[in-house]
């Protein structure tokens, strides 16, 4: 579960609040302004927790007693990344910033320049974005979190969201943007969404009063129906 959201503290997963207070190196949060009413905000900043989603252990145990669903690599209300705690690369971009796709036009983006459908960069993935639409940056943002914890080695401060494949198992592996093979997102809040997409996908995009949204991630897992034992071999007649 993907919560993005303006006010450090303020998840709007209330349950998990207590997981990503404020602290001496991520305090406020909200967005940049001109304090002009007749412009747009110049920067919009989000906090992004990737936490287990409360109905994974019950979906979990459906997976391994049905033999037709695959069990996926969360752990209920166990955090993956919470941004407060991710200093240095969620609120100064570091050392993302110089990064080829942070600075090449058209690298690793959500949408398309020539659809006039672009809602933002995946890198840097850092916690600010020059977007209008609240709804459109806090769903980079979201992405930016994900594309994080489903790899391993990235340098920011987060658990992998991984798991390790075995006989008859295959994890689902990096999430990529725009691509519903490697995941799909269905939105929690402010509205519950009956269904699942990638981003961008058509409008209209229903802007939370509090600047709090929060999305399941669902992710693709291969495996192979338990029937008994593990066949070890056989041998014919001597």
């Given at each position: 579960?993907?919560?993005?959201?303006s006010?450090?503290?303020?998840?709007?997963?209330t349950?998990?609040?207590?997981l990503?207070?404020?602290?001496?190196?991520?305090?406020?949060?909200?967005?940049?302004?001109?304090?002009?009413?007749?412009?747009?905000?110049?920067?919009v900043?989000k906090?992004?927790?990737?936490?287990?989603?409360?109905?994974?252990?019950?979906?979990?145990?459906?997976?391994?007693?049905?033999?037709?669903?695959?069990?996926?690599?969360?752990?209920?209300?166990?955090?993956?990344?919470?941004?407060?705690?991710?200093?240095?690369?969620?609120?100064h971009?570091?050392?993302?910033?110089?990064?080829?796709?942070?600075?090449?036009?058209?690298?690793?983006?959500?949408?398309?320049?020539?659809?006039?459908?672009?809602?933002?960069?995946?890198?840097?993935?850092?916690?600010?974005?020059?977007?209008?639409?609240?709804?459109?940056a806090s769903?980079?943002?979201?992405?930016?979190?994900?594309?994080?914890?489903?790899?391993?080695?990235?340098?920011?401060?987060?658990?992998?969201?991984?798991a390790?494949?075995?006989?008859?198992?295959?994890?689902?592996?990096?999430?990529?943007?725009?691509?519903?093979?490697t995941?799909?997102?269905?939105?929690?809040?402010?509205?519950?969404?009956?269904?699942?997409?990638?981003?961008?996908?058509?409008?209209?995009?229903?802007?939370?009063?509090?600047?709090?949204?929060?999305?399941?991630?669902?992710?693709?897992?291969?495996?192979?129906?338990?029937?008994g034992?593990?066949?070890?071999?056989s041998?014919?007649?001597?």
């Amino acid at each position: 579960m993907v919560s993005s959201y303006s006010s450090t503290g303020q998840n709007p997963w209330t349950e998990v609040r207590l997981l990503s207070p404020a602290n001496p190196t991520a305090q406020g949060g909200g967005s940049g302004t001109t304090n002009n009413v007749n412009e747009n905000n110049l920067s919009v900043f989000k906090n992004v927790d990737v936490i287990g989603h409360p109905g994974i252990a019950a979906f979990n145990a459906f997976a391994s007693g049905s033999g037709y669903t695959c069990a996926g690599a969360g752990t209920p209300y166990v955090p993956n990344l919470l941004s407060t705690l991710d200093t240095l690369g969620w609120r100064h971009g570091i050392p993302e910033s110089i990064y080829p796709p942070s600075l090449i036009p058209g690298l690793r983006e959500i949408g398309s320049r020539l659809s006039l459908n672009l809602w933002g960069s995946v890198y840097p993935r850092s916690g600010f974005l020059h977007q209008p639409d609240d709804y459109k940056a806090s769903a980079v943002m979201a992405q930016r979190a994900g594309d994080i914890v489903t790899r391993p080695g990235q340098l920011h401060v987060y658990r992998p969201l991984l798991a390790l494949p075995s006989p008859g198992y295959w994890p689902a592996g990096d999430l990529r943007e725009s691509d519903p093979r490697t995941g799909k997102w269905q939105s929690l809040t402010p509205v519950l969404s009956p269904s699942c997409s990638v981003f961008p996908h058509p409008g209209p995009h229903l802007q939370a009063q509090d600047g709090g949204y929060a999305w399941s991630l669902w992710r693709p897992y291969t495996c192979c129906k338990q029937e008994g034992q593990t066949f070890l071999g056989s041998t014919g007649p001597q």
